[in-house]
């Protein structure tokens, strides 16, 4: 049997223990999710259409990982001085395999793996005993020793992904790609002169293309332009 859905906008041909890539749902790895939006089912010649959508159809899928589709690169040049932009986009993706495809109102055997079981109240009162009991010399002990000073939000902060180097910075909007908003973002990693950029290795690329909003073309473009500014 198979069943034709519809999620994020696309059309997606489905059946039993399929993997499929959709644009990203809201949910963990192992959740189980229900896609009500099916335009047709069946199997072999016999096919049945919905109007839009079957009634009392529904697919279900599991969770398998949430990740990005590759970078895709928009590139605008005009018949003007220094008039091009250059921006990436990586789209966000949910990788699911199809679990069941239900019709007529059934419901979905398989329940998302992320929901478990609510305890026995008498397991959660033996929980809490055993908590509070191993909690009590933690806290005599916490009596004694002074509280140690809460961490500030900026001390709080992942550190940069590099170390800026000492003495003037330069003018990264020199650069053609790289504005006010894209140079204080380099400036916040540590990257703040023309030869930083000019040394960049790949790994160090691929470090930026995922930590940052800028694509992996994007800052070699750069690379080559820092290349040229740092020989001045």
């Known amino acids: 049997m198979f069943a034709v859905i519809k999620t994020g906008g696309k059309q997606y041909r489905v059946a039993a223990n399929d993997l499929l890539k959709i644009e990203k749902l809201e949910a963990k790895v192992g959740d189980i999710v229900e896609i009500g939006n099916v335009l047709a089912h069946g199997e072999g010649e016999n096919v049945t259409f919905g109007a839009p959508f079957v009634d009392g159809a529904l ?13 895709v690169i928009a590139f605008k040049k005009r018949r003007r001085q220094n ?17 069941e495809i239900l019709l007529g109102g059934a419901k ?3 329940k998302a793996a992320a929901k478990a079981e609510a305890k026995a109240p008498e397991a959660k009162a033996e929980v809490a005993a055993e908590a ?16 140690a000073e809460a961490t500030s939000g900026d001390e709080a902060k992942a550190a940069p992904l590099f170390k800026a180097p000492k003495g003037e910075p330069d003018d990264l909007t020199v650069i053609k790609g790289i504005g006010p908003v894209a140079a204080k973002d380099l400036a916040e990693q540590g990257i703040v002169t023309f030869a930083q950029l000019a ?25 080559e332009q820092a290349k040229e500014l740092a020989k001045k």
């Open 132 to 147: 509070k009991a191993e909690a009590a010399p933690n806290e005599a002990k916490a009596k004694k020793e002074p509280k």
């Open 199 to 223: 040394k960049l290795s790949d790994k160090d690329v691929a470090k930026i293309d995922e930590h940052m909003p800028f694509s992996a073309d994007q800052i070699k473009d750069w690379r």
């Open 108 to 110: 979905p055997s398989k």
């Open 59 to 71: 697919v279900t899928a599991e969770v398998v990982e949430q990740g990005k589709n590759r970078t």
């Open 83 to 99: 008039s091009r932009r250059k921006i990436g986009h990586r789209q966000l993706l949910t990788t699911v395999r199809i679990a």
